[in-house]
């Protein structure tokens, strides 16, 4: 069974169907594109066919882009010679499409090809949108909810099967560089307005056909194969142009700080592609795409963020429990925690119950969704009667009794042991013996926590990362007596909401702050010894981190890191090992220094809460050592705070599946997304050099930085996580 089919009909239009079977929404194989070049090349090649169009089986939708499992995969199926496997399969793909767009013409005359239309049903994402680009009129179906565009930048690549040249080429760099360099998805409608697609339209497939019957040679005739072309917004020599591209590489370098090699790649075959001829063009882009494909950072990126998201989102480490879809769900506490969970909650459709002890704080709970609804419907995204259904599934009480009913509750009161254990029992009095009780905690021990419960085998922890409505992560928490069941119903809901899950077993701070903690305190220990505070925070940007440990402490909020600090140090006694940390965070705390919150902190902040520059006081505070250290020294201390953690997590069991602590790292805190994860780091960088970085770094800051005893086997044996041997030792 073929992708793509063709048909021809009586009037001479060849329409060619593109339709996965398997899948929901069509991906391009590697079959696929020869299904492709098959029916092309017939349809061309048949003098009774007068135009082609090409469109979708799907009733919704074009395609989702190429197989990113193939892209994953090219560099280990390119043989001997990766680079050059690579950049002739790409060459291939461009032949097909560049076969598509010249449709026959006579290389001298530009004259007598055939018009070949696409159509698009709905979504056309990356591939799905690139052969679109490469047809020579575009008609979409006005279909609201279809997203058009090139995202590929967000997972570590960038349009390389000819959609960087064509759009460049098309738009101009300027722009053309939202689309390009942010991955911007549009509707059919916007999309027509900035140049992507030529017609919106509510038959898009009769038009198509009556435009392929009467399409001229000057119709089809793109302009980069015309004489006289000119690259609209200007080439790199013309004034505006040269103008244009200074611009856009310091964006590109301001927003990246260099540790994204995609972006670079894409600018830079932008800029030489606009100075030569545009199969040249092509060439150029496809060398630097094959650059891109064999720097490791696309490969880990594509693998966390593609298809190891997708599998936990799917249910990979689900249990083998019956469906546990939640059709109505308690939230306890309607503070910002509490009204965000609400949110998701009634926005996918569940019933919600929110409680507070008092009915003003519950209605203020409720307002949060409401204000969020708002804000959709300024911005065209929420419809009035899409308002009123979701909060129409939101009710604001004081009374426990409307939890009857309610087949799972999330608690997110107060982090105190005594107020949550005194909620848990006064809850479980009510609800029915199959809810399910989820604590929504990111510190306190869910097995300690349980012991309130009457039925600790459904008790489970839920730490959902604040802002709730914009954070993707779940971090799901099984106590030592938490059943199947329970972890099912947990994954489901997340599902539920859309969100992505991991799971992991109870011990303090969990897997996300176990990790987030060292960073933020390897920033302030480095203060306190006269590191310059603005190169730790730019070491970590140009690590690729969002946040630098300082700024990240600051939105956090200073006192509770103080708070979390306590407790630690109460749970360690003697083996506490942050005092030096300690002695910056209650100073700070007693100089009410709080962080963002109280416009203090770290940073200095303005009447509206918008940052305006490190503390003029921290030098003094803070003497600035005579000898700075190197930038890597920083980066490595920085790094391996987080890292080293994540691989004790995975050896203690904390974490069960290095795919989860990858994901989980990227979503949760931002972990230099460009490296795929803590553990895809480490495979980038290799066991050996980690080992002996680890020990450089011991030797001079301290044993928090001692090897753990699975990365030294791993160094001695030569091993990396992704390929099985260390994830079966650990």
């Not at 690139?130 to 009129?137: D, S, V």
């Not at 738009?171 to 509707?187: I, N, R, T, V, Y």
């Amino acid at each position: 069974m073929t992708d793509f089919t063709l048909t021809k009909d009586a009037d001479g239009v060849a329409t060619i169907t593109w339709d996965v079977k398997a899948k929901s929404m069509n991906v391009l194989s590697l079959e696929g594109w020869d299904d492709l070049d098959a029916c092309v090349t017939d349809a061309l090649a048949d003098d009774d066919v007068k135009g082609i169009v090409i469109t979708s089986g799907k009733p919704d939708s074009f395609a989702g882009g190429m197989d990113l499992n193939v892209i994953a995969k090219m560099k280990a199926m390119s043989g001997d010679d990766p680079a050059q496997g690579m950049m002739d399969g790409l060459m291939k793909s461009h032949g097909i499409l560049r076969r598509i767009e010249r449709a026959g013409m006579d290389p001298k005359t530009n004259k007598g090809g055939k018009p070949v239309a696409c159509v698009l049903p709905g979504t056309a994402l990356g591939i799905g949108f690139e052969i679109p680009l490469a047809c020579h009129r575009i008609f979409a179906a006005d279909n609201p909810k279809a997203k058009i565009g090139l995202p590929e930048i967000m997972v570590g690549i960038f349009p390389g099967m000819g959609g960087t040249t064509r759009l460049s080429k098309k738009l101009g760099a300027m722009a053309a560089s939202p689309f390009l360099l942010e991955g911007k998805l549009s509707d059919p409608k916007k999309a027509k307005a900035a140049g992507l697609i030529d017609e919106v339209s509510a038959d898009p497939m009769a038009d198509a056909r009556a435009w392929v019957l009467s399409a001229t040679d000057a119709d089809i005739l793109k302009p980069w194969d015309a004489k006289g072309y000119k690259m609209p917004g200007g080439a790199p020599y013309h004034p505006a142009g040269f103008m244009t591209f200074v611009g856009a590489s310091a964006m590109v370098n301001g927003k990246t700080q260099g540790a994204f090699p995609a972006a670079k790649a894409l600018l830079s075959a932008v800029y030489e592609g606009a100075l030569v001829p545009f199969d040249t063009a092509l060439k150029i882009e496809a060398r630097w795409f094959t650059h891109v494909l064999m720097n490791p950072s696309s490969e880990a990126m594509i693998r966390s963020l593609f298809i190891n998201k997708e599998a936990l989102e799917k249910g990979a480490n689900r249990p083998d429990a019956p469906d546990q879809k939640v059709s109505k769900v308690g939230i306890l506490g309607a503070g910002m925690m509490g009204a965000g969970i609400a949110y998701v909650s009634a926005n996918a459709g569940i019933e919600v119950v929110l409680i507070d002890r008092e009915q003003a704080a519950a209605d203020k709970g409720k307002g949060y969704a409401e204000g969020i609804l708002d804000k959709g419907m300024s911005r065209k995204k929420v419809t009035a009667e899409k308002k009123d259904e979701v909060l129409g599934r939101i009710s604001a009480t004081t009374d426990l009794e409307a939890l009857k009913g309610c087949d799972l509750i999330v608690e997110a009161v107060f982090e105190d042991v005594g107020v949550k254990a005194e909620m848990t029992k006064a809850v479980e009095a009510i609800v029915g013996d199959d809810c399910i009780f989820a604590t929504n905690t990111s510190t306190l021990p869910i097995t300690e926590l349980a012991k309130a419960s009457v039925r600790p085998e459904q008790f489970i922890g839920i730490h959902f990362f604040s802002p709730v409505d914009k954070m993707l992560l779940v971090e799901i928490i099984k106590g030592k007596q938490t059943g199947d069941v329970a972890v099912a119903k947990a994954l489901d809901f997340v599902r539920q909401i859309r969100k992505t899950p991991i799971v992991v077993n109870d011990a303090r701070f969990f897997y996300a702050n176990r990790c987030i903690i060292p960073y933020i305190n390897e920033g302030i220990r480095m203060v306190a010894e006269g590191v310059s505070p603005s190169l730790i925070e730019n070491a970590a940007k140009q690590l690729g981190f969002p946040l630098g440990p300082l700024q990240l402490v600051d939105e956090t909020s200073i006192d509770l890191g103080v708070k979390i600090a306590v407790a630690t140090k109460a749970a360690m006694g003697d083996a506490y090992p942050d005092g030096a940390v300690d002695e910056v965070l209650f100073a700070f705390k007693d100089a009410d220094r709080l962080g963002k919150k109280n416009g203090a902190g770290f940073y200095d902040y303005d009447d509206k809460g918008k940052r305006q520059g490190l503390w003029e006081e921290l030098g003094t505070r803070y003497p600035l050592a005579d000898d700075q250290p190197d930038l890597h020294e920083v980066q490595n201390r920085l790094m391996f705070a987080q890292v080293l953690e994540a691989v004790r997590a995975l050896e203690e069991g904390v974490l069960e599946d290095i795919r989860e602590g990858d994901v989980g790292a990227i979503l949760g805190w931002g972990f230099a997304p460009w490296s795929g994860g803590p553990f895809s780091w480490l495979d980038i960088v290799g066991s050996a050099w980690a080992a002996e970085t680890c020990e450089a770094l011991t030797a001079k800051h301290g044993d928090r930085f001692k090897t753990p005893d699975l990365l030294r086997k791993m160094a001695d044996n030569g091993e990396v996580f992704y390929d099985g041997t260390a994830r079966a030792a650990a």
